[in-house]
């Protein structure tokens, strides 16, 4: 249970704030996953290229 002395936060954004956010939810939601995955791909092989990155460093497949 909170502590009664702790108030709680006010909205200063207005009903607006909703569709906003509903608005820019859709806009998420509408990018195909395919196009999501490529997009991913590309920046997974741009970061990998870094020769300074920091972490763990990716296990190099042995030529067959």
């Known amino acids: 249970?909170?502590?009664?002395r702790t108030r709680l936060p006010e909205c200063?954004?207005?009903p607006e704030a909703a569709k906003r956010f509903d608005e820019?939810?859709?806009?998420?939601?509408?990018?195909?996953?395919?196009?999501?995955?490529r997009r991913e791909r590309a920046y997974k092989k741009k970061?990998?290229?870094?020769p300074n990155?920091?972490?763990?460093?990716?296990?190099?497949k042995p030529l067959a």
């Open 12 to 14: 200063h954004e207005g």
């Open 53 to 60: 990155r920091r972490g763990p460093k990716p296990k190099i």
């Open 24 to 37: 820019g939810l859709r806009r998420i939601l509408s990018v195909p996953r395919s196009t999501l995955m």
């Open 1 to 4: 249970m909170p502590d009664p």
């Open 47 to 50: 970061s990998a290229s870094n």
